[in-house]
């Protein structure tokens, strides 16, 4: 029985085990409260269920002729992705800070329950810090209060008051009591694109512009720089190796529409932003 008990014991000359104190030599090591039946018995640990999901992304690749392949093929593939990703950037004045991304949630989303907030395919990343606005807060939940991200799957997370339980294995969940709809943006996340892809960053949400005699002017410039000291303009133009930059505005009505694209060429150097 040694190894089960929680007494430290030793095998004895004569194979009786002796304890390590005369306090424990007395006690016993283990303690059956029911002798079942047969002759052969065995020890079952008891642990606490675990449960995930499993997903499988299936691509079908549709070629333009007849492409002679094979099962079991060793094929080499390069892929140009030559795609555009969109990244919208709000400013929320309460904390002075600059938003990306922000994904809203409606009241039939949230689980009171399990303090769950549905987002399809949120994207979120497990310790990435939130704002939480909403005009009407659930109850729980604070209107322009940050928060740190707990991943439970890609269309589920919950909501922790600290980094530390974020990332915990046991987390702090901040409960909520109430179901109402609301909006997470994202605070300073990292920017992921691949090369030879379009990155475009929209500068069009009214958060971002002031209003002067009933014109609406930008408030904000957006900037890159090859230093975390903001000190070296990261510009450039179509003879640059790294990216080429363009800035374009529309205007709708009464709305001044400002867009960056970011033409990405080679990845392997960090960018900074600011604006």
Known sequence: MIGISTFKVGLGTQGTFVGIASTTRGMGTLFFTNVGTGDN??????????????????????????????????????????????????????????????????????????????????????????????????????????????????????????????????????????????????????????????????LSDSSLSYTQQSTLYPAFDLKFFKDSNFTENYDSNSDSQFFESSKRWERLGLQVMQKLLFQLMKIHQKIFIIS
């Open 41 to 202: 018995h065995s020890f079952k640990t008891r642990y606490s269920g675990l449960s995930g999901n499993i997903s499988k992304n299936t691509v079908t690749v549709s070629a333009a002729q007849t492409h002679g392949l094979l099962n079991n093929d060793i094929v080499f593939v390069d892929v140009n992705p030559s795609i555009s990703t969109t990244f919208t950037l709000k400013y929320n004045d309460y904390n002075r800070k600059v938003l990306i991304n922000p994904k809203d949630f409606v009241s039939v989303g949230i689980n009171t329950l399990t303090n769950i907030i549905t987002i399809s395919n949120h994207k979120f990343e497990r310790g990435q810090k939130v704002i939480h606005t909403a005009s009407v807060p659930a109850i729980g939940l604070e209107n322009n209060k940050e928060y740190f991200v707990f991943i439970v799957d890609t269309n589920n997370i919950k909501l922790t008051n600290t980094y530390h339980d974020s990332i915990s294995a046991k987390p702090e969940i901040v409960g909520i009591t109430s179901a109402s709809g609301g909006t997470l943006s994202l605070i300073n996340p990292p920017i992921k694109a691949y090369k030879n892809s379009s990155v475009v960053f929209d």
